[in-house]
């Protein structure tokens, strides 16, 4: 198999060069000349893993040319019914692609670049806002664990040195839970999301009657810090299965976490509802801030699948464990169509106070997180365009991270949005 391929718009595959590079070089003569076929090389995937290795100047310059003006006008050799936009890292990565570092400089440098074709800004400057429809999850994740990853260590606004994994908000342990497991850790509101799953009297007495020994299916994992977490310190005699659409994500999750377990966590890339998991298989199903249910008001169609993957996933008795900042008025749909697929809703706790206050205390570590990242991408120091990004880039982060400010906080401060820690049980069998 050449090591990257592409698809069109009307499904036919095409092969070029390492990169999936719109041009590339003739070796006999130095210049750049155009490829005979426009490979999107956002949507194309780079199986070869050497994607750094077999480019030139020339070649980057024109990819970060192409790039900053995709999709291409409708002349060009790839007729596409958006020719007319310019490049968004809001729409355009794949979440099937692990971004290396070099790559993420040329993607970001095109994003740049392309702000001098811009109409309209989607990110408001004043809270970080960017409206439904004019972003995909998948293209966000797709960049923001590939960043993850690559950036490695950081600091936080003390110095002390970790690597971001837990892509969680979380909450303050609640004061009536007892005292506070994480002490000073800079992730301890991730970990506190994690382990605040399973603060249930029914949960610990289903546990405790099978010695810990018990199997967890989690739909969503991002990196499998919180899978780590579970396995090293909540359930030590547990087994785990950790699913997520992000390869970057469960790369990170294979790299850092799963050799140090022993066999008792596997991390799986892919859709849950498109992958086949073992029926009747998990005494519990993990949902920590996985992005399902975000429509106000509304169960959709896929979050309806969804639920359906995780009744057929549970044993008899098992539980679903959820939690989550999601619209107030999305709960109550989502907990009625729980029960009318028959779970029965065991409890759930309101955790938003202390959702609020682990973002007024994270506040300088992220602020701190988000400037390292500014500062790793060279394209963020061109004078105008590269400051302009910068301002976007630095709100849509702070916003998806909720912090103070932003209109995701301001969405928990008022009540638009709340966070509830919820437990459903699948009846047992007759």
């Given at each position: 198999?050449?090591?990257?391929?592409?698809?069109?718009?009307?499904?036919?595959?095409?092969?070029?060069?390492?990169?999936?590079?719109?041009?590339?070089?003739?070796?006999?003569?130095?210049?750049?000349?155009?490829?005979?076929?426009?490979?999107?090389?956002?949507?194309?995937?780079?199986?070869?893993?050497?994607?750094?290795?077999?480019?030139?100047?020339?070649?980057?310059?024109?990819?970060?040319?192409?790039?900053?003006?995709?999709?291409?006008?409708?002349?060009?050799?790839?007729?596409?019914?958006?020719?007319?936009?310019?490049?968004?890292?809001?729409?355009?990565?794949?979440?099937?692609?692990?971004?290396?570092?070099?790559?993420?400089?040329?993607?970001?440098?095109?994003?740049?670049?392309?702000?001098?074709?811009?109409?309209?800004?989607?990110?408001?400057?004043?809270?970080?806002?960017?409206?439904?429809?004019?972003?995909?999850?998948?293209?966000?994740?797709?960049?923001?664990?590939?960043?993850?990853?690559?950036?490695?260590?950081?600091?936080?606004?003390?110095?002390?040195?970790?690597?971001?994994?837990?892509?969680?908000?979380?909450?303050?342990?609640?004061?009536?839970?007892?005292?506070?497991?994480?002490?000073?850790?800079?992730?301890?509101?991730?970990?506190?999301?994690?382990?605040?799953?399973?603060?249930?009297?029914?949960?610990?007495a289903y546990a405790?009657?099978?010695?810990?020994?018990?199997?967890?299916?989690?739909?969503?994992?991002?990196?499998?810090?919180?899978?780590?977490?579970?396995?090293?310190?909540?359930?030590?005699?547990?087994?785990?299965?950790?699913?997520?659409?992000?390869?970057?994500?469960v790369q990170t999750?294979?790299?850092?976490?799963?050799?140090?377990?022993?066999?008792?966590?596997?991390?799986?890339?892919?859709?849950?509802?498109?992958?086949?998991?073992?029926?009747?298989?998990?005494?519990?199903?993990?949902?920590?801030?996985?992005h399902i249910t975000?429509?106000?008001?509304?169960?959709?169609?896929?979050?309806?699948?969804?639920?359906?993957?995780?009744?057929?996933?549970?044993?008899?008795?098992?539980?679903?464990?959820?939690?989550?900042?999601?619209?107030?008025?999305?709960?109550?749909?989502?907990?009625?169509?729980?029960?009318?697929?028959?779970?029965?809703?065991?409890?759930?706790?309101?955790?938003?106070?202390?959702?609020?206050?682990?973002?007024?205390?994270?506040?300088?570590?992220?602020?701190?997180?988000?400037?390292?990242?500014?500062?790793?991408?060279?394209?963020?120091?061109?004078?105008?365009?590269?400051?302009?990004?910068?301002?976007?880039?630095?709100?849509?982060?702070?916003?998806?991270?909720?912090?103070?400010?932003?209109?995701?906080?301001?969405?928990?401060?008022?009540?638009?949005?709340?966070?509830?820690?919820?437990?459903?049980?699948?009846?047992?069998?007759?």
């Amino acid at each position: 198999m050449h090591p990257f391929e592409a698809r069109g718009p009307e499904g036919a595959a095409f092969r070029g060069p390492p990169r999936g590079a719109t041009f590339h070089v003739d070796r006999r003569r130095p210049r750049c000349r155009p490829s005979p076929v426009a490979v999107n090389p956002f949507t194309a995937v780079d199986h070869s893993g050497q994607y750094d290795d077999h480019r030139s100047v020339c070649e980057d310059v024109k990819w970060i040319v192409t790039l900053a003006q995709w999709p291409p006008k409708a002349n060009t050799a790839v007729n596409h019914p958006e020719a007319h936009h310019t490049m968004d890292i809001l729409t355009a990565l794949n979440p099937e692609t692990p971004y290396s570092k070099r790559r993420l400089q040329l993607v970001l440098g095109a994003w740049v670049a392309s702000a001098a074709f811009e109409r309209k800004a989607k990110v408001t400057l004043d809270d970080g806002h960017v409206n439904e429809g004019e972003y995909s999850k998948q293209s966000l994740y797709a960049l923001l664990y590939s960043m993850y990853r690559e950036i490695g260590t950081v600091k936080t606004e003390h110095g002390e040195p970790y690597e971001f994994t837990f892509n969680t908000w979380g909450y303050e342990w609640p004061a009536g839970w007892g005292d506070a497991p994480h002490g000073t850790d800079p992730q301890r509101f991730g970990k506190n999301a994690y382990r605040g799953l399973f603060e249930f009297k029914e949960v610990q007495a289903y546990a405790a009657a099978r010695q810990g020994k018990i199997h967890l299916v989690e739909m969503g994992c991002g990196t499998g810090a919180g899978a780590h977490h579970i396995c090293k310190t909540v359930w030590p005699e547990c087994t785990y299965e950790a699913f997520d659409m992000q390869s970057a994500g469960v790369q990170t999750c294979n790299r850092k976490f799963v050799p140090e377990l022993n066999g008792r966590l596997v991390a799986t890339h892919g859709d849950v509802t498109k992958l086949e998991i073992a029926a009747n298989s998990a005494d519990f199903v993990v949902i920590c801030e996985t992005h399902i249910t975000e429509m106000r008001g509304e169960v959709t169609a896929h979050d309806k699948q969804f639920f359906a993957k995780v009744l057929n996933t549970l044993k008899p008795g098992g539980f679903l464990v959820w939690g989550n900042a999601i619209p107030e008025l999305t709960w109550q749909p989502c907990f009625d169509h729980l029960k009318s697929i028959g779970m029965t809703m065991v409890d759930a706790h309101d955790v938003t106070k202390e959702a609020v206050v682990a973002r007024d205390l994270d506040k300088a570590r992220a602020d701190a997180y988000v400037e390292q990242c500014l500062d790793t991408f060279h394209a963020f120091k061109i004078p105008v365009l590269g400051k302009r990004r910068a301002a976007q880039a630095r709100q849509a982060l702070l916003n998806f991270y909720r912090n103070p400010g932003t209109r995701l906080y301001n969405n928990m401060v008022d009540g638009t949005d709340t966070y509830r820690v919820a437990l459903f049980q699948k009846p047992m069998v007759a």
